[in-house]
C-alpha cells in the first residue's frame, strides 16, 4: 500500500482509485478552499487526529442515499408531523460544526474535528461551497450537520443531536430541500448503522466515483 505524499503548492491528487479499501490515499497539503475543493471534487476527504498530518482518505466501499430511498420511521414522521423542531439552513454553521465536535460519541476518542478544519470549512460556506442543516427546540440549536456542494452531490461530514430525532429531522428535511432543487445524491462517506437505518447503502468506489463524475456536469443551487 503506497500513500502519496502533498504538497503545498500543488493541489492536484493522486487517482483515488489506487487508495487502499480502507481508504487512505494521500498526506500532507493543506487545508486551502482549492485544495479542499479538488479533493472533494475527485471523491476525497480528510480525516485525521490532533497528532496526524493531514490525512486524505477515499474509502471502498463508499455509503451514500440515494435521495428517494430516505426511510421515515414511524417515530421520525410523528416528530416531523408535529414539527417539534424548527428547521434551517446555513443560519449557524459555524456553531454547528462546534457542536459536532464536541457532541459525546461512545465509540470515539476525543474528535477528529480540529479548529483548522472548522476555520477551513467555515470559509468554505462563506463561498457558498458548504452549508447546514439545522433543528431548533425553543429556539436553542439542538440538532443538525454540514456538509460540501460538489455538482448536484451534498458531500455529508458529520452531524450531532442534542435531543432525540433532532439530527433525523434536519437530515430529512435536508433530504427535501435537495430533491427540490434538483440534486442527485448524498454522500455519506463510510457505513453507519445510524444512517443504514435511514436508508443509506454501499457502493463500490468505482460506482461512486463515476455518479460523481456525472453529478459534477451539474450545478443546482443550494
Not at 50 to 62: K, M, Q, V, Y
Not at 103 to 130: K, N, V
Request: proline content about 5%; charged content about 25%.
Amino acid at each position: 500500500m503506497r500513500i502519496f505524499p502533498l504538497t503545498d503548492d500543488i493541489y492536484t491528487f493522486p487517482n483515488p482509485r489506487l487508495a487502499c479499501n480502507e481508504g487512505i490515499l494521500a498526506y500532507g497539503g493543506d487545508l486551502s478552499a482549492k485544495r479542499l475543493i479538488s479533493a472533494y471534487a475527485n471523491g476525497i476527504f480528510p480525516w485525521y487526529n490532533e497528532d496526524e498530518p493531514i490525512l486524505w482518505w477515499s474509502p471502498n466501499p463508499r455509503l451514500v442515499m440515494e435521495l428517494d430511498e430516505f426511510k421515515v420511521s414511524k417515530s421520525l414522521a410523528k416528530a416531523i408531523k408535529k414539527e417539534k423542531f424548527e428547521v434551517k439552513f446555513d443560519e449557524n454553521f459555524t456553531q454547528v460544526m462546534i457542536e459536532c465536535k464536541n457532541i459525546f460519541r461512545p465509540t470515539q476518542d476525543g474528535t477528529w474535528l480540529q479548529d483548522e478544519l472548522i476555520q477551513a470549512y467555515t470559509h468554505l460556506h462563506e463561498i457558498e461551497y458548504a452549508h447546514s442543516f439545522e433543528s431548533y427546540y425553543e429556539g436553542e440549536l439542538v440538532g443538525g450537520g454540514y456538509g460540501l456542494v460538489i455538482g448536484d452531490m451534498f458531500c455529508g461530514e458529520s452531524m450531532f443531536a442534542k435531543k432525540s430525532d433532532a439530527s433525523k429531522v434536519a437530515l430529512y428535511h435536508l433530504v427535501q430541500r435537495l430533491k427540490q432543487k434538483g440534486f442527485s445524491l448524498l454522500d455519506c462517506q463510510t457505513p453507519t448503522e445510524h444512517l443504514q437505518s435511514l436508508g443509506a447503502k454501499c457502493i463500490s468506489r468505482d460506482e461512486f466515483l463515476d455518479k460523481l463524475a456525472k453529478s459534477i456536469e451539474n450545478f443546482p443551487k443550494f
